[in-house]
């Protein structure tokens, strides 16, 4: 390997450690709030119910999903590094903002607005890594990144603690992460830099508007990989938001031992998933195309049993050992979808791709959450709920294995 390629491949390491934090606290203020559910509705009492609850979680992913698209495709046609940045800081701000609400539709414009500043961070920064990454580090990157995810839901749970605290409650973790967010912003921008794109990749009349959702909705793998990435989301939203409150209340324990049993093990086995399914996946790619495709599908074979014994656990213990392993699963998934998104379209549409996969999984992961508010008023068994999120785990492994990838690097 020549320096110029030593130093590129250098600087493509660089940007995933830059992007590390701020994925971090991408899903440390959302699971923030689910980890101090109780402390939160008990100070804000005009909340009321569970359904009221899940209605909140379900508002973020409403206005988050449908921001998701114009969030990939300002990344894809202005730049990637801006649209990074300036979703960090406006986040951050409303993060802050969220540990002085006083009343339920305070809660509900503050999760709006932190919907809408969170929507353009992660097609962005998939797509960055992806452009620095090529085939045989692609899936490793994207794990990476996906990893300090993973950590910031784990932190997350560690909340629960801080609310319970008579010194500290929910509201200064909230302000404390948004401040961290609003000063890490710029230093960012600083370091980070998009890669620089062909004269082809940048003629704006090849990627208007329309043109774009064109090629991206009559692309039939497409399609497939949009309905594969939202089927487990179902399962995966409910498993972020509503655990916690789900541990608490059926083994009768803490809240800040529930938020840690809801979040450290599972999101510690999704970190392992995520090191070993990209390890194997670029490994797999150099013998097979469909390496990821494999790879992902295996992850999703592992999730469907998990869920199954998440639904039935009769003991703490059985219920995280499960949670452990949807979180191997879900982390063999996870790393694996933007890299198989690289492989069916061209690279100048993949933020844009991914907002549009956004949108759709999280707008229902949105109905997800609202619909598990009201089942459980209704008392519906957490079996039979957890065992609808199984087979729709089954079906996602017809539709990915369905996907046929092509090369779209030489493409473009």
Partial sequence: MNKSA????????????????????????????????????????????????????GQFKWVYAFLSPVGGYIADRFSRRFTICGS???????TW??????????????RSMMGVSEAFYIPAALALI?????????????????????????????????????????????????????L?????????????????????????????????????SFILLVLYFTLPALAGWVVRDWMPAILKQQFQIGQGKAGVSATLYWQSAAIVGAVLGGWLADRWMRRNQRGRIYVSAIGMSLIIPAMFGVGNAGTLGMAVSFLMLFGLGWGFFDCNNMPILCQIVRPELRATGYGIMNLVSISCGGFADWGFGA???????????????????LISVVLVLLIRPRDTEKAA
């Fill in 184 to 220: 890490y912003a710029f230093p960012l921008v600083y370091f980070l830099r998009d890669k620089p794109q062909t004269a082809e990749a940048a003629d704006p009349r090849r990627d208007s508007v329309r043109a774009s959702f064109a090629e991206l909705l009559t692309n039939a």
């Fill in 88 to 94: 960090l800081l406006v986040w951050s701000f409303v």
């Fill in 6 to 57: 030593e130093n590129t491949l250098r600087y493509a390491w660089l940007v995933v450690a830059l992007l590390c934090p701020v994925a971090l606290l991408n899903y440390l203020d959302r699971q923030m709030l689910a980890a101090m559910k109780f402390s939160v509705m008990h100070d804000i009492p005009s909340i009321g119910s569970e359904a009221n609850w899940g209605q909140m979680l």
């Fill in 375 to 393: 089942l459980r008023d209704a008392h519906v068994p957490l079996n039979v709920i957890f065992s609808a999120f199984a087979s729709t785990a």
């Fill in 130 to 182: 992806a452009d620095y990454h090529a085939g045989p580090t692609r899936s490793r990157a994207v794990g990476f990144h996906q990893m300090a995810i993973y950590a910031g839901v784990i932190v997350g749970g560690f909340s629960g603690y801080v609310a319970d605290s008579p010194d500290l409650g929910w509201r200064s973790a909230f302000d404390v992460c948004g401040i961290f967010g609003m």
């Fill in 97 to 110: 903002l969220t540990g002085h609400v006083t009343t339920y539709n305070d809660l509900l414009w503050a």
